[in-house]
């Protein structure tokens, strides 16, 4: 792709197989993780990231996974900003208990000890790590840069990394690393499931979120005494450097933030590791 990129869904390439759509099993699931209250659910007062219900959040998210990621059950999931296990929970109820994995990382540690107290218990599978990596609203005295991230994990040991709300609080420098990680950790065939505020520069958004152009870069932002709280990326950076990270992309989805009709809020990035060339 050229510069002619645009937000717009990117028709996937043939030779990428596209499974079934899930059916009225996988309808019952997501009610079932809403309604089950017997899953693991944090205390309202420690819900430190994202609007909305909890339960509900995580379960239009695992459809998402499912319908738009294509995740499978038997596959192995890298939560890239896990917070407090709210995208893990649903989780738990869709993937394989003995083929499919999850590893959680973040900088905040109440989410993770929460996570690692509350979940692995009774999901062994699913395992969460600190990353001590400095942030200036979620983790101030972090001592790693974010342009300096490595997440600990042997190249091409996932099938599927999510980045849920975390492109909306990284500077553009520290995107391309985490895309860069991203791709390194995804096995041939995987895919990269990301949600972001692309900004293509007609729309900024709407009375709750008016971005700024940051310092006539591919950054933006629409708070301006906290630029990470809510942080926009030039809609064509973004592309840029996902391909450059060696990843196809499949499609930017713009999200209902904009003042449309949408599936989800932010917009959604969904990106594909090549399998290796024969």
């Known amino acids: 792709m ?5 937000l717009r869904p990117i028709d996937p390439p043939p ?15 997501l ?15 420690s819900i430190f990231v994202g609007d909305g219900d909890y339960r509900t959040i995580g379960a239009e998210f695992l459809g998402h996974f ?7 059950p038997h596959e192995r999931v890298l939560d890239i900003g896990c917070g407090i296990g709210r995208m893990a929970v649903p989780l738990t109820q869709y993937l394989d208990p003995e083929r499919g994995s999850y590893d959680g990382v973040d900088p905040v540690m109440d989410g993770i000890l929460w996570c690692a107290q509350s979940i692995t218990p009774a999901y062994p599978r699913f395992r969460f790590q600190r990353l001590d990596i400095a942030h200036p609203l979620y983790n101030p005295k972090g001592s790693l840069p974010g342009t300096e991230v490595q ?25 391309s690393v985490y895309l860069n990680e991203a791709s390194r950790l995804l096995a041939p065939g995987g895919r990269l499931f990301l949600t972001a505020f692309a900004i293509d520069g007609q729309t900024t958004g709407q009375e709750r979120l008016k971005f700024k152009r940051w310092q006539d870069g591919p950054g933006w932002y629409a708070i301006e005494e906290a630029p990470l709280a809510a942080a926009g990326i030039a809609d ?21 933030w904009r003042g449309i009709s949408a599936a989800h809020y932010q ?6 590791k090549p399998e290796r060339s024969r």
């Open 66 to 72: 499912v319908r738009l990621g294509r995740l499978q």
């Open 15 to 29: 030779a990428i197989a596209v499974p079934a759509p899930p059916g009225r099993e996988f309808d019952w699931l």
């Open 236 to 256: 064509e950076f973004l592309l840029s450097q996902a391909q450059g990270a060696g990843l196809l992309v499949e499609s930017l989805r713009p999200g209902h």
């Open 31 to 45: 009610d079932h993780v809403q309604r089950n209250r017997f899953l693991p659910h944090p205390p309202p007062e």
């Open 151 to 175: 997440f600990g994990f042997a190249n091409g040991s996932f099938d599927f990394v999510a980045m849920v709300s975390v492109a909306t609080h990284l500077p553009p420098d520290e995107l």
């Open 267 to 272: 917009d959604l990035l969904i990106a594909t």
């Open 2 to 6: 050229t510069a002619t990129l645009a």
